[in-house]
């Protein structure tokens, strides 16, 4: 073989990466996953994922947004993806507070009424009433309810097919390993043992 050859399907593999979106390549895995920002969830190493496997799309809490419904949207009816993971995880920031007091808080600390202003910069006509400002933050009770309310609102969403493969799990950050939503196993032992 000439050395060429080598170097062209080098090339080749180059061209597919940089060309995929063009080439219509989806991700290795054809995977989107929904996780919380918090730097404590190592999330390519959770789910063994190396460059190039999938999409990932972090915000506060990993909870489904009208955001992630138009990236999920797009990776999966625009570029090839069938499955969809949620990451959510003990200890989150989403856990500490209401809904109202993080309003109050970041309405003094702006001196703005988040009624009054255009949540989306790019969508100024995008605004909330009074009375729905409070759930725009999305704080959450309970992580492993919440994991599971995340999967059903992306399973009953219309943008998203049927088909498409949806799991959701928690990440425990005091033990560094995931957990299916209600299966905590040091409160299972520990019940089963004093029954
Ligand atoms: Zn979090």
């Not at 404590?40 to 947004?65: C, K, M, S, W, Y």
């Not at 999305?138 to 309310?149: H, N």
């Amino acid at each position: 073989m000439a050395h060429a050859d080598a170097i062209n399907a080098s090339l080749e593999q180059w061209e597919n990466w940089v060309l995929r979106r063009h080439k219509k390549i989806p991700n290795n895995k054809r995977l989107f996953v929904l996780t919380c920002m918090d730097e404590r969830v190592p999330i390519e190493q959770v789910l063994g994922l190396q460059p190039g496997d999938a999409h990932i799309f972090r915000n506060a809490g990993g909870l489904v947004t009208d955001d992630v419904i138009r990236s999920a949207a797009l990776t999966i009816h625009g570029f090839g993806t069938r499955e969809i993971i949620v990451v959510t995880h003990t200890e989150c920031g989403m856990l500490g507070a209401t809904g109202e007091q993080v309003t109050q808080s970041i309405e003094q600390a702006t001196g703005v009424k988040l009624s009054e202003i255009a949540l989306d910069p790019g969508l100024p006509e995008f605004r909330l009433p009074p009375e729905s400002v409070s759930r725009w933050w999305k704080t959450i009770t309970d992580v492993d309810e919440a994991t599971v309310q995340q999967v059903e609102y992306l399973r009953r969403h219309p943008l998203i097919p049927a088909d498409v493969s949806i799991s959701g799990y928690v990440y425990e950050v005091e033990t560094g390993r995931l957990r299916r939503p209600g299966q905590i196993l040091a409160s299972m032992v520990s019940k089963a043992f004093y029954k």
